[in-house]
């Protein structure tokens, strides 16, 4: 059972009912729940309170959810958000994991996944990601040998965000919620292995300018030493993107 | 008695033997009689028949000397036809004369008076030899008198045969004569030296004039002077340099030197007929020039005729207009080319002169055109929009005004054209004509409806976002509300009233869900084919507030909606609805973030019109954006927000049904007015 210890989460939706109904859900959490009309309310919220996390509808009147996306993600990256979609074309998934959202449902949605995210999202780091996995059969396998990591972020062979990486590939793409294995091999000094499971979050089937072919995975289980090599990575580059959309600009 | 007066009578002769002499000297002097040597002849006989008479009285050397000096005065003058006279010849016959007076004297003549006759009577030639005509008259005045003394007063002619009894008196008379005589004749001497200086000085000065206008034309134009076989004989500099020939060459060369062949022989054979018959010719004409550019001229040739009335010159005074005639071919050539139809229009909208490409438009050739009313040719449903152009422009509204409209062809055919209308005053400023250029639209116009269909289907696909948006947060309010009754349900752990005011919840909610699909009926169908069908205002807005009022609600915008008339309106139900949603959803959007929120629809009955108005809690709309509004394309939604057709769609629906549709701007509040009649009373055509 999921217990949030009286964690301060922001629910942003200027439709009540809803309001209520996230409400209620995280209360049975075990959460103490603080609700915002839109997004500058929302934000008048974060400036006096310590919000463990955000849920935010995207279609509010008077400062979208995107507008509060960017102006949380710009201060601090590490506050979880999680966009609710209400329309299509409001948010495309890559845009929104790109601009630093840690998890996005569309409405309706399964709340006890909704409630599971944010609990994942608020979670350090470690304890998310390392978890003991077996690769399955039927899991999309990715298998990558490169030079050194950072070499192959510069070659632009795969991009890493907080939550995530973005993997350019082509040919058959794995559906969107598909279970991904990957093995990255790096061979410079020693022999260096970056492991694990994550979820297929997007994929884009044609290329854009600037953006290739290629899906954004969400890591869910990596291996300890995997972490390692995921930290050391981040610790230089402190992408603002959960998954990025693209490949980073060196 | 006899005797004297014989002598009266010869002395009279005489005297008009002088007079002859005198009127000749005058009348040729005005040039009035061409045979005036013939004249002076006759008067130079009888001068010497009338002294021969008086030499038989006697005195013979007298009358031999009357003879010598009165007739060598007429010889004198007779010679002087040939060469004009002047003051040096006056002062020899003066002499000639005081000569004779001398040998008058030697000779021991007892009396001076015959010869002062003649001196006095010569004082009028030298006064008609400079032709003032007072003086005419003066000298006939004198020589009256003279022949008058002659008769009754004159006492020296019988002298010679009186003795000298009054010989004293008689010399006291010559003597104031010649006093009165010599004076006269110095005076008009003087005058006459006076006069010569003053003609001097004043032929000076027109020939400077003369020189001084000569340059300034010779500078100005193209001059050229030609015999009357059109052989030239000077050219000025302008001359030579438009033709590049130099003055060598053009001086004694046929005029046809600069032909360039571009007029017909009839041309020429007008304009020879014209200046040979003494008369002025002027035209424009096509010259070449010696490196075979054609240049074109405004020519006057002008004939001087000579003394005898002949032609002697043809004088040429030309003006180069090359770059007028270029321009005006390029007029022609824009007037008669391919792509654009041009026509000419009077105050009455008559055809006064159309292109060819503007009759093609109409389906008629361009002579059929002419005389035609401009509207019989319109569109019937484009023909309150164009006249209502039309008479703005007459009034002087404004310059010109582009619109677009269709033409109705004979075959029945519909072609659609961008119309600029502009008026043309004349010299005073008042409107003389209207010009009105054309460019056929058809095509862009089919691509226009094409692309305004299309952006209804993108509009209809941000539509469909925003129903989802409608739809999924309900949507998201039961399914959440469900599965956590679901959930207290399965623990065992709930209270029955809790369960109850979920469930209520979700009822109200579906409610909401079942409204918005009831009006999404309205935008289920395109509407335009929809026949015109009674519908009341009350289902009209029904169908409208059932999509949109959750919404307002939602957005806590305050939607006002003021008594609905009792009345049923003859339109295309769906068509406008969705043209006052289209309007609440954009007022929705403007009053979104102002702090004050609030729309308001209003619905009057004015005699058979139907008044909508959207009035929102914004105050009016700037002056720029206000005029584009209805354009299509035009929006002030952020990219990707909204296409920009609403307003204009709307408006063609409103105008479809013979409505207007306008943004009212003496409101303080932003306000859009619909003002549909309720009864449709034109026949719509299905349009394919």
Redesign the interface.
């Given at each position: 059972m999921i217990s949030f210890k009286k964690k301060k989460i922001l629910v942003t939706d200027?439709?009540p009912?809803?309001q209520?109904?996230?409400r209620?859900?995280f209360r049975?959490a075990d959460a103490t729940v603080l609700t915002a009309g839109n997004g500058s309310q929302a934000l008048d919220i974060l400036k006096n309170e310590d919000i463990c996390a955000i849920i935010s509808d995207v279609?509010m009147?008077?400062g979208n959810g995107i507008e509060l996306l960017d102006r949380v993600k710009t201060k601090n990256e590490k506050t979880p958000i999680v966009m609710?979609i209400?329309?299509?074309?409001?948010l495309e998934p890559e845009d929104g994991y790109d601009k630093g959202a840690e998890a996005i449902f569309?409405?309706?949605?399964?709340?006890?996944q909704l409630v599971e995210a944010i609990y994942r999202a608020s979670l350090p780091e470690k304890e998310r990601f390392v978890q003991k996995y077996e690769v399955a059969s039927n899991d999309f396998q990715i298998k990558l040998r490169v030079k050194s990591f950072d070499d192959a972020i510069q070659k632009k062979l795969f991009s890493m965000g907080r939550g995530g990486m973005f993997l350019p590939i082509t040919g058959k793409l794995p559906c969107v919620g598909m279970r991904v294995s990957f093995l990255m091999t790096s061979n410079l000094i020693s022999k260096t292995i970056f492991e694990g499971i994550g979820i297929c979050r997007w994929s884009r089937a044609v290329a854009e300018p600037n953006l290739p072919t290629g899906i954004g995975i969400e890591f869910t289980h990596l291996t300890e030493k995997s972490y390692h090599v995921y930290s050391k990575l981040m610790s230089k580059g402190k992408p603002r993107a959960f998954i990025p959309k693209g490949i980073q600009k060196s | 008695m006899r005797n004297q007066f014989k002598i009266k009578l010869s002395r009279m002769i005489g005297s008009f033997a002088e007079l002859g002499v005198l009127s000749d000297l005058a009348t040729s002097h005005a040039k009035k009689i061409t045979n005036a040597n013939i004249l002076s002849l006759i008067f130079f006989v009888v001068g010497c028949v009338y002294s021969v008479i008086y030499a038989f009285q006697h005195i013979v050397v007298i009358s031999l000397i009357s003879l010598v000096s009165g007739s060598s005065f007429s010889l004198v003058l007779l010679l002087n036809k040939i060469k004009k006279y002047n003051i040096s010849r006056l002062f020899l016959v003066f002499s000639l004369n005081i000569i004779v007076f001398v040998f008058y004297k030697l000779l021991g003549a007892s009396s001076g008076f015959h010869y002062w006759f003649f001196l006095s009577a010569q004082i009028p030639f030298i006064i008609f030899e400079f032709g003032e005509l007072r003086l005419v008259v003066f000298s006939l005045v004198w020589t009256g008198l003279l022949i008058g003394l002659a008769w009754f007063g004159d006492f020296s002619f019988i002298l010679p045969l009186m003795d000298s009894v009054t010989e004293n008196y008689a010399k006291t008379f010559s003597l104031l004569n010649f006093l009165v005589v010599f004076a006269i004749l110095s005076l008009f001497t003087y005058y006459m030296i006076l006069d010569e200086k003053n003609l001097t000085v004043h032929t000076q000065e027109l020939q400077t004039k003369f020189k001084k206008q000569m340059a300034a034309l010779e500078a100005s134009a193209i001059i050229v002077f030609t015999d009357p076989a059109g052989k030239i004989l000077h050219v000025n500099d302008e001359f030579c340099k438009v033709s590049g020939y130099t003055k060598e060459e053009l001086i004694g060369s046929p005029h046809s030197i600069v032909n360039s062949g571009y007029h017909s022989k009839e041309f020429f054979e007008d304009l020879w007929s014209t200046i040979s018959s003494k008369k002025i010719w002027r035209g424009e004409i096509c010259n070449r020039s010696k490196d075979g550019r054609n240049y074109w001229v405004y020519t006057t040739i002008v004939p001087m005729l000579g003394e005898n009335g002949q032609i002697e010159q043809y004088a040429a005074i030309r003006h180069e207009i090359t770059e007028k005639k270029m321009k005006e071919g390029k007029f022609y050539s824009l007037f008669h080319q391919e792509g654009v139809a041009i026509c000419f229009i009077n105050l009455k909208g008559e055809i006064i002169e159309a292109n060819k490409k503007y009759g093609d438009l109409y389906g008629y050739s361009a002579k059929d055109l002419s005389g035609k009313k401009i509207f019989d040719l319109t569109h019937p449903d484009d023909l309150v929009k164009s006249s209502e152009f039309v008479n703005k422009i007459k009034l002087g509204q404004a310059g010109f005004f582009v619109f677009e409209r269709r033409i109705l062809k004979p075959d029945g055919s519909i072609v659609w054209n961008l119309v600029n209308l502009a008026l043309i005053r004349d010299a005073s400023g008042k409107p003389d004509y209207l010009t009105a250029v054309l460019q056929d639209i058809t095509q862009s116009k089919e691509l226009q409806q094409k692309l305004i269909q299309s952006a209804k289907m993108s509009s209809l696909g941000e539509m469909a976002g925003g129903i989802a948006h409608e739809i999924n947060n309900p949507l998201g309010i039961i399914h959440g509300k469900a599965s956590q009754i679901l959930k207290m349900v399965k623990s065992g752990v709930f209270s029955h009233d809790a369960i109850v005011e979920q469930l209520g919840k979700i009822v109200s909610t579906s409610d909401r869900i079942a409204k918005i699909i009831r009006g999404l009926k309205s935008f289920s169908r395109n509407g335009e084919q929809d026949p015109f069908e009674l519908e009341s205002v009350e289902s009209l807005m029904g169908s409208v507030l059932d999509l949109c009022s959750e919404r307002f609600k939602n957005k806590s915008v305050d939607l006002q909606i003021g008594s609905l008339p009792k009345i049923g309106i003859e339109c295309r139900g769906v068509q406008l609805s969705q043209v006052i949603l289209n309007l609440l959803n954009n007022a929705h959007d403007a009053v979104m973030l102002l702090p004050e929120k609030w729309v308001r629809v209003d619905i009057k009955v004015l005699e058979s019109q139907v008044q909508f108005s959207v009035t929102d809690s914004g105050h009016g709309i700037p002056d720029a954006i206000a005029e584009k509004l209805m354009q299509p394309f035009f929006t002030t939604k952020e990219v990707g927000k909204g296409t920009g057709l609403g307003l204009s769609i709307s408006k063609g629906i409103v105008e479809d049904h013979g409505g207007k549709f306008w943004l009212d701007r003496t409101s303080v509040h932003t306000k859009f007015i619909i003002e549909l009649p309720i009864r449709q009373n034109k026949v719509f055509k299905k349009t394919a």
């Open positions: 200027d439709e009912g809803y209520e109904v996230l209620d859900e049975m279609r009147p008077g609710l209400t329309g299509f074309a409001d569309s409405k309706p949605c399964n709340l006890d | -």
